[in-house]
């Protein structure tokens, strides 16, 4: 099992008030696979990415991804598990706006052990061309692109994207789940994406629904429909 | 206006900045106050005390008394008043110069104690004085006769107690003393000299000198010395000092106001764009342009009142202390201190002036924008400049990339550490080049290898015993109103005790006309030239051909032999007024002179150095706060705007030594820049100074440069600000979350 959290709690403290974010989790994804978490707003879908990516701390329960106990690591593990283990795709791209496309590519390849080819990366995402380009002379579709050869550049072993085309018009957002297929096919990467749109589970491996901190559904998804073919 | 809530709310969030700001404007107008205050009242000081107790227009020598001097004065239209003069030495290394009291030229001014009554007292210097503990009362032993100590007094034509008018500083064992007419005349021996007072205080006073000069010789009287008053290093000085004071007190502040202008324009600026949406948002629900204005314009005015009332009042402070104590080397009594309104309304106003349209034009810059352009705003934020676009890094290393990238972003705030660096390290290195200049003067001296140079009153024409050589000299301008006089000297052909070099080292001999290089260069002449020189004494113009240019910057002097003097400037043959000694010579009692030793000289230097110690550290500690404020805003600003980034990095799995060395050492190459910077600036800066005191007193200095050693130090003192600096900064950069990233699109 490549992700593997099991009673995995977390909430947090505003004052006098304790808010109970995620109640229990349980989860198994395995290796190579696309796992998508749909889930209303507030039901604890970033959390859960986080706590998996290391960005954040389960309260309780264990959280393993490739034979690693997240929850355990102290700081510093923590930092070198998301140095190593972890590609992020954001809804906003999050783009280092005073570099180039290329440069922001370098921002992760700069620290990772063996990153892959820059030109490389940037011909699979189709953006060879502006590599010289600043991000505000991109469009959306295209800065999404670059965010996503961004986390591909280290060659992870989980790839986070969370809600990769909430920004983005229809086409644009095939084009970037035909991009996550590819990078899935061809390097083998487990992905987990986070999505409000109950259409792009079709491409998944595994499904889990998530409502007020629990998943109220897992599913194995036997009909998986290629992500050129999917509509909404 | 209930925004206005905002402004305490958005200081307070953002103190440091703010705190920052309020300090660079205390400084200014701090430096600014105190200094303007002090100039002025040296100056009114200077001037009551010249007017007060009549300082001479001109003092001269003649080779015997002039009878009838009452008759003199009225056809010269002037107040004469003849006066004596010698040296007594009080013990080894101090040597007390007795005037008799005048009491119409130069009279003594009392700083402490009471005049002199009668015969018995005795009136001296403060700074003899205090360096000899002397008090009010004490016995004080003159020859073979004693004397009570009855004051402590300044006068009028010695407010610089220069030993001889060659010397830059007054010698430590130096010092002045008045006793009265009658005690002078029992001692039976002394000099004489005549100060004149023309009464015509509206005809130019060199004007004045050259009637009254040729009335003297019309009458056969024959001048031996003659010193205008303006051409006395004794008195002049206070004008290079007023100069400079004035220089400092402009140049210093305006410095430091520049920076705190670029640094609130940068604040307001960001702060404004930071909240676009919100002014967009303001301006869609009704509010006025102007009321906007007047919010934003609340924070630059707010700094500069709170900074400029500090700094003005805490500039008024020092300056009693400040002339008391630079009264401790010019000697004049400090009758009162008068706080010059209008320069404190300038200190005042000036910041919130400037501060005040500066913002203005940020803000106009800012508010030009529609509703709808503000409320999106983040066109501007992410702005791609000129310089990021033009300039191709991708030879270097990524985080070389990154840390130029970082520092372009911003060419405001770019601008503001490269300009604050330069002005912290123009203000450290200002006290280091003036220490490198003394130093230079203490171990540079390789000119003169005698130990004592002697002057005489009166000609002479004995023979010298072996070890001292004779010398005659003059004093010459190049021109009738140049104030930038200079002596021609004679000395012994082939003089071992003068050793001058020229530009390859090669030893020159003494049996040419040799002329030193700050002179030539005042004269613009070359080697084989013929210049025409004015003697000061009568003003008749001679020709002297240059033979060789020595290269140093010990005086301006044109050397020649001895007997070429004698002949060219119609001295009798075989006279010298003067002698370099390596040893003491054995003068009869009859005959007057002034020795002074080459160690005294230095010794002199050294103290002069030591409250300029004090000056240095004061200047370094500013420089250093000024250093850490700037680095520190600036820092903080590249972690404000770099928030995202760095929530980023940190999610892509960045240490924290990573994500410092990017981030916090991006400033590295600019601080260095703008030390770099700060060199030749320091240098012409100096530059002016020099220059105005050569204007005024005739100083020659060597060419300006800083000792390596001391640009090291600078170095190092720059660097310690900027790291501890980052150190602060490095609390920020941790406390940014990985969830600012998350929270927010950046793009």
Known sequence: MFINISNLKKSYTSGVVITEVLKGIEMKIDKGEIGVILGPSGSGKSTLMNIIGGIDRGDSGRVIVDGIEVNNLNDDKLTDYRREHIGVVFQFYNLVPNLTVGENIEVVSNISKSPLNTDDVLAAVEMQDKKHRFPRELSGGEQQRVSLARAIVKNPKLLLCDEPTGALDYQTSRSILRLLELVNKKFGTTILMITHNAAIAAMANRVFKLRSGQIVEDVVNQGIVPAERIEW | ?747
């Open chain 2, 1 to 747: 206006m209930v925004i206005n809530k905002r402004v305490k709310r958005i200081l307070l969030e953002n103190k440091a900045q703010y705190i920052g700001s309020i300090v660079l404007i205390i400084l200014s107008c701090f430096v600014f106050t105190l200094m303007s205050q002090f100039a002025g009242n040296f100056e009114r000081l200077a001037s009551e005390f010249q007017d007060g107790y009549v300082q001479e227009d001109a003092a001269f020598r003649v080779d015997q008394s002039i009878d009838n001097l009452q008759e003199l004065e009225s056809a010269a239209n002037a107040v004469i008043e003849e006066g004596k003069t010698f040296d007594y030495k009080t013990s080894e290394g101090k040597t007390l110069r007795i005037f008799s009291q005048n009491d119409r030229v130069n009279i003594p001014a009392i700083v402490e104690g009471k005049e002199l009554s009668g015969s018995g007292g005795i009136l001296i210097n403060p700074a003899f004085a205090a360096e000899n503990n002397y008090k009010i009362g004490d016995e004080l032993r003159i020859l073979d006769k004693s004397f009570t100590i009855a004051g402590i007094m300044a006068l009028p034509n010695y407010i610089y107690p220069l030993q001889s008018e060659e010397m830059m500083m007054p010698l430590p064992g130096f010092g002045i003393a008045v006793i009265s007419k009658a005690d002078f005349a029992s001692f039976n021996q002394g000099s004489n000299f005549y100060a004149v007072k023309y009464n015509d205080a509206d005809h130019n006073p060199r004007a004045q000198s050259a009637e009254f000069r040729g009335l003297l010789e019309s009458r056969g009287i024959n001048i031996l010395q003659w010193t205008n008053v303006e051409d006395n290093k004794r008195v002049n000085i206070v004008d290079a000092e007023v100069d400079i004071l004035n220089l400092v007190s402009k140049g210093v502040p305006t410095g430091i106001l520049l920076l705190a202008i670029i640094l609130i324009g940068n604040l307001i600026g960001r702060m404004i764009n930071r909240e676009s949406t919100i002014i967009g948002a303001l301006y869609a629900l009704g509010y006025r342009r102007k009321e906007l204005y007047r919010h934003y314009l609340i924070f630059p005015l707010l700094i500069a009142i709170i900074g400029g009332v500090i700094g003005t009042i805490l500039g008024t402070f020092p300056v009693r202390f400040m002339v008391s104590f630079m009264f401790t080397a010019f000697n004049m009594p400090l009758t009162g201190i008068e706080y010059n309104p209008i320069s404190m309304i300038i200190s005042l106003l000036l910041p919130i002036i400037l501060l005040g349209c500066s913002s203005y034009y940020v803000i106009r810059k800012e508010l030009k924008h529609s509703p709808v352009e503000l409320m999106k705003g983040k066109k501007e934020k992410n702005k791609v400049n000129f310089l990021e676009r033009v300039l191709k890094l991708e030879k270097l290393k990524f985080p070389k990339r990154f840390k130029i990238r970082e520092q372009l972003r911003s060419l405001s705030r770019l601008a503001f550490l490269l300009f604050g660096v330069a002005v912290a390290t123009m203000l450290l290195l200002w006290g280091f080049t003036l220490k490198s200049g003394f130093d230079d003067l203490l171990t540079g001296g390789s000119v003169y290898t005698f130990e004592y140079e002697y002057k005489f009153d009166k000609l002479r024409y004995e023979p010298l015993p072996a070890g001292a050589e004779p010398l005659s000299a003059s004093l010459f301008v190049s021109e009738p109103e140049d104030k930038r006089d200079f002596y021609v000297t004679g000395v012994k052909p082939d003089a071992a005790l003068v050793t001058l070099v020229d530009e390859s080292g090669t030893h020159l001999t003494t049996n040419q006309v040799i002329i030193t290089k700050p002179l030539a260069n005042q004269l613009e002449s070359k080697q084989g030239d013929t210049v025409n020189i004015v003697r000061k004494l009568d003003g008749r113009i001679f020709s002297v051909k240059i033979d060789a240019i020595a290269d140093t910057y010990e005086g301006k002097f044109i050397f020649m032999p001895l007997a070429d003097f004698n002949q060219k400037f119609e001295m009798p043959e075989g006279s010298y007024i003067g002698a370099f000694s390596n040893v003491l010579l054995n003068i009869p009692g009859n005959q007057s002179y002034s020795v002074v030793s080459l160690d005294e000289k230095l010794a002199a230097i050294r103290e002069v150095m030591a409250p300029m110690q004090s000056m240095i550290s004061g200047l370094a500690t500013m420089a250093f706060i000024i250093g850490m404020i700037v680095i520190y805003l600036v820092t903080s600003m590249i972690v404000e705007e770099n928030k995202g980034t760095i929530s980023l990095m940190k999610i892509f799995g960045y240490r924290k030594k990573e994500i410092n060395s990017l981030i916090l050492n991006s400033s590295t190459i600019v601080v260095v820049i703008g030390y770099i910077i700060g060199i030749p600036l320091t240098l012409s800066a100096i530059g002016v100074l020099v220059q105005s005191m050569e204007n005024s007193v005739g100083l020659s200095l060597p060419p300006l440069k800083i000792n390596l050693l001391y640009i090291l130090i600078g170095f190092i003192v720059v660097m310690i600000s900027y790291e501890l600096s980052k150190l602060m900064c490095r609390k920020k950069v941790n406390a940014v979350s990985m969830s600012d990233a998350l929270k927010s699109g950046m793009e």
